[in-house]
Protein backbone atom coordinates (compact mmCIF):
# COMPACT_ATOMS: atom_id res chain seq x y z
CA UNK A 1 0.00 0.00 0.00
CA UNK A 2 1.11 3.38 -0.44
CA UNK A 3 -0.34 6.41 1.52
CA UNK A 4 -0.06 9.95 -0.14
CA UNK A 5 -0.01 13.37 1.47
CA UNK A 6 0.70 16.83 0.44
CA UNK A 7 2.14 19.34 2.69
CA UNK A 8 1.95 22.67 1.00
CA UNK A 9 3.89 22.45 -2.25
CA UNK A 10 5.58 18.94 -1.55
CA UNK A 11 3.81 15.96 -1.91
CA UNK A 12 5.32 12.59 -0.27
CA UNK A 13 4.33 9.21 -0.54
CA UNK A 14 4.97 6.07 2.28
CA UNK A 15 5.65 2.79 1.39
CA UNK A 16 7.62 -0.59 2.62
CA UNK A 17 10.79 -0.30 1.57
CA UNK A 18 12.26 -2.41 -1.57
CA UNK A 19 16.24 -3.74 -2.06
CA UNK A 20 16.50 -0.74 -4.64
CA UNK A 21 15.86 1.48 -1.39
CA UNK A 22 18.96 0.20 0.72
CA UNK A 23 21.54 2.71 -0.80
CA UNK A 24 19.46 5.56 0.04
CA UNK A 25 18.40 4.09 3.52
CA UNK A 26 21.78 3.84 4.26
CA UNK A 27 22.62 7.16 3.12
CA UNK A 28 20.10 8.61 5.01
CA UNK A 29 20.78 7.15 8.50
CA UNK A 30 24.29 8.20 7.78
CA UNK A 31 23.11 11.25 7.76
CA UNK A 32 20.08 11.67 10.35
CA UNK A 33 21.23 8.43 12.86
CA UNK A 34 21.59 10.52 16.13
CA UNK A 35 24.09 7.60 16.92
CA UNK A 36 26.89 8.05 14.63
CA UNK A 37 28.14 5.34 15.28
CA UNK A 38 25.93 3.33 12.85
CA UNK A 39 27.28 5.06 9.95
CA UNK A 40 30.46 3.14 10.32
CA UNK A 41 29.00 -0.45 10.96
CA UNK A 42 26.23 -0.09 8.29
CA UNK A 43 26.53 -3.10 6.24
CA UNK A 44 27.01 -5.19 9.32
CA UNK A 45 24.13 -3.82 11.39
CA UNK A 46 21.88 -3.86 8.05
CA UNK A 47 23.08 -8.24 8.44
CA UNK A 48 22.37 -7.97 12.35
CA UNK A 49 18.97 -6.04 12.27
CA UNK A 50 17.30 -6.88 8.99
CA UNK A 51 18.73 -10.60 8.32
CA UNK A 52 19.55 -12.44 11.28
CA UNK A 53 16.99 -11.55 14.51
CA UNK A 54 15.96 -15.58 16.04
CA UNK A 55 11.82 -13.50 15.69
CA UNK A 56 12.28 -12.89 12.47
CA UNK A 57 13.41 -9.89 9.61
CA UNK A 58 12.72 -6.34 10.24
CA UNK A 59 10.37 -4.35 7.95
CA UNK A 60 11.15 -1.00 7.27
CA UNK A 61 8.89 1.93 5.64
CA UNK A 62 10.43 4.80 3.99
CA UNK A 63 8.38 8.10 2.93
CA UNK A 64 9.50 9.49 -0.54
CA UNK A 65 9.22 13.42 -1.61
CA UNK A 66 7.63 12.65 -4.98
CA UNK A 67 8.75 15.76 -7.05
CA UNK A 68 12.22 14.73 -6.23
CA UNK A 69 12.23 11.37 -6.09
CA UNK A 70 14.56 11.18 -2.58
CA UNK A 71 13.84 8.88 0.36
CA UNK A 72 13.88 11.61 3.33
CA UNK A 73 12.62 9.22 6.00
CA UNK A 74 12.08 6.29 7.39
CA UNK A 75 10.85 3.45 10.28
CA UNK A 76 11.42 0.02 10.99
CA UNK A 77 9.66 -2.50 13.11
CA UNK A 78 11.74 -5.40 14.10
CA UNK A 79 9.76 -8.77 15.14
CA UNK A 80 10.26 -10.11 18.88
CA UNK A 81 8.92 -12.95 20.44
CA UNK A 82 6.79 -11.73 23.57
CA UNK A 83 4.49 -13.82 26.03
CA UNK A 84 1.81 -11.98 27.50
CA UNK A 85 -0.91 -13.35 30.04
CA UNK A 86 0.98 -16.88 29.72
CA UNK A 87 0.23 -17.11 25.98
CA UNK A 88 2.95 -16.24 23.01
CA UNK A 89 2.89 -13.39 20.51
CA UNK A 90 4.99 -11.52 18.10
CA UNK A 91 4.93 -7.91 18.59
CA UNK A 92 6.92 -5.68 16.72
CA UNK A 93 9.35 -3.02 18.23
CA UNK A 94 9.71 0.45 16.46
CA UNK A 95 13.34 1.01 15.74
CA UNK A 96 15.36 3.51 12.82
CA UNK A 97 12.88 6.35 12.79
CA UNK A 98 14.58 8.63 10.99
CA UNK A 99 13.74 11.95 8.73
CA UNK A 100 15.84 14.21 6.67
CA UNK A 101 16.69 17.55 8.48
CA UNK A 102 14.72 19.43 5.48
CA UNK A 103 11.84 17.65 5.48
CA UNK A 104 11.03 17.18 9.64
CA UNK A 105 7.31 18.56 9.19
CA UNK A 106 4.83 16.39 10.81
CA UNK A 107 3.13 14.96 7.56
CA UNK A 108 6.44 12.52 6.68
CA UNK A 109 6.98 11.39 10.47
CA UNK A 110 2.95 10.30 11.04
CA UNK A 111 2.74 8.96 6.88
CA UNK A 112 5.41 6.24 7.95
CA UNK A 113 4.66 5.42 11.55
CA UNK A 114 1.35 5.00 9.83
CA UNK A 115 2.21 2.46 7.12
CA UNK A 116 3.70 0.60 9.78
CA UNK A 117 0.23 0.92 12.05
CA UNK A 118 -1.76 -0.12 9.00
CA UNK A 119 0.14 -3.03 7.73
CA UNK A 120 1.78 -4.56 11.03
CA UNK A 121 -1.24 -7.42 11.21
CA UNK A 122 0.00 -8.45 7.72
CA UNK A 123 3.40 -8.78 8.44
CA UNK A 124 2.31 -11.24 11.30
CA UNK A 125 2.59 -9.03 14.14
CA UNK A 126 0.10 -9.17 16.85
CA UNK A 127 1.03 -5.64 18.57
CA UNK A 128 3.53 -2.76 18.44
CA UNK A 129 5.73 -0.94 21.33
CA UNK A 130 8.51 1.17 21.16
CA UNK A 131 10.15 4.06 23.34
CA UNK A 132 10.30 7.74 21.12
CA UNK A 133 13.13 9.95 21.98
CA UNK A 134 11.96 13.50 23.24
CA UNK A 135 11.84 14.56 19.65
CA UNK A 136 9.55 11.83 18.16
CA UNK A 137 7.22 11.11 21.55
CA UNK A 138 4.52 14.05 20.05
CA UNK A 139 3.77 11.61 16.77
CA UNK A 140 2.65 8.84 18.27
CA UNK A 141 -0.74 10.03 20.32
CA UNK A 142 -2.13 11.50 16.78
CA UNK A 143 -1.67 7.37 15.71
CA UNK A 144 -3.73 5.83 18.63
CA UNK A 145 -0.75 5.12 20.41
CA UNK A 146 -1.50 5.03 24.15
CA UNK A 147 1.46 6.01 26.52
CA UNK A 148 1.64 3.18 28.72
CA UNK A 149 4.39 4.25 31.29
CA UNK A 150 7.12 6.95 31.31
CA UNK A 151 11.00 5.14 32.17
CA UNK A 152 12.60 5.72 35.14
CA UNK A 153 16.46 5.90 35.79
CA UNK A 154 18.11 4.82 38.74
CA UNK A 155 21.51 5.36 39.69
CA UNK A 156 23.33 3.35 42.86
CA UNK A 157 26.41 4.78 44.09
CA UNK A 158 29.47 2.69 44.38
CA UNK A 159 32.36 5.22 44.73
CA UNK A 160 32.48 8.45 45.99
CA UNK A 161 35.79 10.56 44.44
CA UNK A 162 34.33 12.28 41.43
CA UNK A 163 31.07 13.26 43.67
CA UNK A 164 32.81 14.21 46.27
CA UNK A 165 35.47 16.31 44.58
CA UNK A 166 31.77 18.76 42.95
CA UNK A 167 31.65 20.19 46.45
CA UNK A 168 35.10 19.34 48.35
CA UNK A 169 38.66 20.80 47.72
CA UNK A 170 39.80 18.04 45.63
CA UNK A 171 42.82 17.26 48.46
CA UNK A 172 39.57 16.75 50.83
CA UNK A 173 37.53 14.70 48.75
CA UNK A 174 40.51 12.30 47.92
CA UNK A 175 40.81 11.89 51.71
CA UNK A 176 37.43 11.31 52.91
CA UNK A 177 36.29 9.18 49.54
CA UNK A 178 37.77 6.19 50.95
CA UNK A 179 35.62 6.67 54.03
CA UNK A 180 32.61 7.15 52.29
CA UNK A 181 33.40 4.15 49.81
CA UNK A 182 33.74 1.68 52.77
CA UNK A 183 30.49 2.97 54.18
CA UNK A 184 28.78 2.03 51.23
CA UNK A 185 30.29 -1.33 50.55
CA UNK A 186 29.41 -2.47 53.92
CA UNK A 187 25.73 -1.26 54.11
CA UNK A 188 25.80 -3.39 50.68
CA UNK A 189 26.94 -6.02 52.95
CA UNK A 190 24.28 -5.56 55.90
CA UNK A 191 21.62 -5.90 53.00
CA UNK A 192 23.23 -9.22 51.69
CA UNK A 193 22.41 -10.92 55.01
CA UNK A 194 18.61 -10.77 54.44
CA UNK A 195 18.90 -11.75 51.00
CA UNK A 196 21.29 -15.31 51.21
CA UNK A 197 23.14 -14.61 47.68
CA UNK A 198 22.19 -17.71 44.99
CA UNK A 199 25.53 -18.81 44.09
CA UNK A 200 28.86 -17.98 42.92
CA UNK A 201 28.80 -14.90 40.63
CA UNK A 202 30.58 -15.57 37.21
CA UNK A 203 32.02 -12.88 34.18
CA UNK A 204 31.97 -13.28 31.08
CA UNK A 205 29.38 -16.54 30.66
CA UNK A 206 28.33 -16.49 27.18
CA UNK A 207 24.50 -17.21 27.13
CA UNK A 208 24.12 -20.86 26.39
CA UNK A 209 21.44 -23.71 27.60
CA UNK A 210 21.57 -22.78 31.32
CA UNK A 211 20.17 -19.50 29.94
CA UNK A 212 17.64 -21.43 28.42
CA UNK A 213 17.04 -23.29 31.58
CA UNK A 214 16.30 -20.16 33.05
CA UNK A 215 14.15 -18.49 31.01
CA UNK A 216 11.87 -21.78 31.21
CA UNK A 217 12.11 -21.30 34.95
CA UNK A 218 10.83 -17.65 35.08
CA UNK A 219 9.04 -17.11 31.99
CA UNK A 220 5.37 -16.66 34.38
CA UNK A 221 6.55 -14.34 36.70
CA UNK A 222 5.67 -11.09 35.39
CA UNK A 223 2.67 -10.68 32.61
CA UNK A 224 4.08 -9.60 29.83
CA UNK A 225 7.66 -10.72 29.44
CA UNK A 226 9.79 -10.79 26.31
CA UNK A 227 11.62 -13.87 25.29
CA UNK A 228 14.80 -14.41 26.56
CA UNK A 229 16.27 -17.44 25.08
CA UNK A 230 20.18 -17.87 25.00
CA UNK A 231 19.49 -17.50 20.77
CA UNK A 232 17.85 -13.76 21.66
CA UNK A 233 20.58 -12.60 24.27
CA UNK A 234 23.68 -14.28 21.81
CA UNK A 235 21.93 -11.76 18.84
CA UNK A 236 20.93 -8.81 20.86
CA UNK A 237 23.88 -8.53 22.95
CA UNK A 238 26.94 -10.01 22.11
CA UNK A 239 26.56 -9.84 18.20
CA UNK A 240 25.40 -6.20 18.87
CA UNK A 241 27.31 -3.96 16.10
CA UNK A 242 27.59 -0.52 18.19
CA UNK A 243 27.70 -1.10 21.63
CA UNK A 244 30.41 -3.76 23.74
CA UNK A 245 27.84 -5.68 26.64
CA UNK A 246 29.50 -7.99 28.74
CA UNK A 247 27.68 -11.22 30.85
CA UNK A 248 27.27 -11.34 34.41
CA UNK A 249 25.62 -14.44 36.47
CA UNK A 250 25.11 -15.88 39.41
CA UNK A 251 25.33 -19.84 39.11
CA UNK A 252 25.80 -23.34 40.78
CA UNK A 253 29.39 -23.19 42.31
CA UNK A 254 29.68 -26.50 39.29
CA UNK A 255 28.98 -24.26 36.51
CA UNK A 256 25.68 -25.74 35.99
CA UNK A 257 22.21 -24.32 36.94
CA UNK A 258 22.36 -20.37 36.57
CA UNK A 259 20.18 -18.54 39.20
CA UNK A 260 20.59 -15.10 37.69
CA UNK A 261 22.21 -12.53 34.42
CA UNK A 262 23.13 -9.10 34.71
CA UNK A 263 23.64 -7.86 30.92
CA UNK A 264 25.26 -4.60 30.97
CA UNK A 265 27.53 -2.00 29.19
CA UNK A 266 30.41 0.58 30.63
CA UNK A 267 30.85 3.96 29.91
CA UNK A 268 32.95 6.55 31.39
CA UNK A 269 33.61 4.20 34.21
CA UNK A 270 29.51 3.80 34.82
CA UNK A 271 27.65 0.98 34.78
CA UNK A 272 24.70 0.34 32.28
CA UNK A 273 22.13 -2.37 32.71
CA UNK A 274 20.54 -3.48 29.83
CA UNK A 275 18.73 -6.32 30.48
CA UNK A 276 18.68 -8.60 33.97
CA UNK A 277 16.62 -12.20 34.78
CA UNK A 278 16.66 -13.68 37.89
CA UNK A 279 14.30 -16.88 39.19
CA UNK A 280 13.31 -16.66 42.83
CA UNK A 281 10.77 -13.23 42.04
CA UNK A 282 11.48 -9.86 43.83
CA UNK A 283 13.91 -11.42 46.38
CA UNK A 284 15.91 -12.82 43.51
CA UNK A 285 16.02 -9.64 41.50
CA UNK A 286 17.61 -8.09 44.92
CA UNK A 287 20.01 -11.22 45.48
CA UNK A 288 21.54 -10.77 42.06
CA UNK A 289 21.90 -6.65 41.91
CA UNK A 290 23.23 -6.74 44.73
CA UNK A 291 25.84 -9.10 43.87
CA UNK A 292 26.63 -7.12 40.81
CA UNK A 293 26.97 -4.25 42.29
CA UNK A 294 29.68 -5.91 44.63
CA UNK A 295 31.17 -6.70 41.57
CA UNK A 296 31.61 -3.80 39.65
CA UNK A 297 32.37 -2.27 43.20
CA UNK A 298 35.50 -4.75 43.16
CA UNK A 299 36.01 -3.60 38.98
CA UNK A 300 36.70 0.24 40.57
CA UNK A 301 33.28 1.41 38.92
CA UNK A 302 31.72 4.86 39.92
CA UNK A 303 27.89 3.93 39.55
CA UNK A 304 25.51 0.92 38.51
CA UNK A 305 22.58 3.26 36.12
CA UNK A 306 18.87 1.08 35.81
CA UNK A 307 16.42 2.49 33.37
CA UNK A 308 13.13 0.94 33.84
CA UNK A 309 9.95 0.94 32.32
CA UNK A 310 6.95 -1.38 34.37
CA UNK A 311 5.43 -2.22 37.27
CA UNK A 312 6.24 0.67 39.73
CA UNK A 313 6.65 -2.03 42.79
CA UNK A 314 9.99 -2.71 41.52
CA UNK A 315 10.70 1.40 43.16
CA UNK A 316 10.82 -0.56 46.19
CA UNK A 317 13.43 -2.61 45.70
CA UNK A 318 15.35 -0.67 43.98
CA UNK A 319 15.27 2.08 47.01
CA UNK A 320 16.04 -1.03 49.06
CA UNK A 321 19.00 -1.82 47.44
CA UNK A 322 19.73 2.61 48.08
CA UNK A 323 19.38 2.92 43.99
CA UNK A 324 18.38 7.29 43.93
CA UNK A 325 15.89 8.03 41.27
CA UNK A 326 16.70 10.66 38.78
CA UNK A 327 14.87 13.06 36.51
CA UNK A 328 14.17 12.06 32.90
CA UNK A 329 12.26 10.17 31.16
CA UNK A 330 10.96 8.71 28.15
CA UNK A 331 7.77 7.19 27.43
CA UNK A 332 7.59 3.44 26.67
CA UNK A 333 4.02 3.23 23.81
CA UNK A 334 1.78 0.56 22.63
CA UNK A 335 -0.66 0.35 19.72
CA UNK A 336 -2.86 -2.85 20.02
CA UNK A 337 -5.60 -2.98 17.05
CA UNK A 338 -9.18 -3.55 17.84
CA UNK A 339 -9.37 -6.47 15.88
CA UNK A 340 -7.22 -7.95 18.24
CA UNK A 341 -9.26 -9.64 21.56
CA UNK A 342 -9.82 -7.44 24.75
CA UNK A 343 -7.65 -9.07 27.08
CA UNK A 344 -4.73 -8.58 24.97
CA UNK A 345 -5.37 -4.69 24.91
CA UNK A 346 -6.13 -4.07 28.68
CA UNK A 347 -2.64 -6.28 29.58
CA UNK A 348 -0.90 -4.39 27.28
CA UNK A 349 -2.29 -1.09 28.38
CA UNK A 350 -1.65 -1.68 31.89
CA UNK A 351 2.11 -0.52 32.81
CA UNK A 352 1.90 -3.44 35.89
CA UNK A 353 2.15 -5.98 33.48
CA UNK A 354 5.32 -5.13 32.22
CA UNK A 355 9.66 -5.62 33.16
CA UNK A 356 11.48 -3.76 31.10
CA UNK A 357 15.24 -2.54 30.96
CA UNK A 358 17.38 -0.46 28.52
CA UNK A 359 17.76 -3.68 26.28
CA UNK A 360 13.88 -3.84 25.55
CA UNK A 361 13.74 -0.53 25.32
CA UNK A 362 15.59 0.50 22.89
CA UNK A 363 17.95 -1.04 19.89
Not at 282 to 301: K, P
Request: charged share 25%.
Amino acid sequence: AVLRRQEGIMTYQAFAARAEHRESLERLWTQAMSDRRIALVRDRRWSWLYERNPAGPAYTYVVQHVESGQIVGSASVYPRDIVVGGQSYKAGVLADFVTHKAHRVAGPAVMVQRAIMEEHRQRGLDFLFGYPNKGAAPIFPRLRFKTVCESSLWVKPLRTARKLSLFLHPALAIGLAPFANAVLATNDLRLMVSRRPMGAAVMGHVPDQAFDDLWERCRGQVPIFGVRTSAFLRWRYIEHTTERYKVFTVQRRDGGRVYGYVIFSIRENRVYVADMLAEGGVRGAESLLLAFCRAMRRRGHESVCINYAGDERFFASLRALQFLRRVGARKLIAFVAQDQPEALRNLVYDHSGWFMHDGELDI
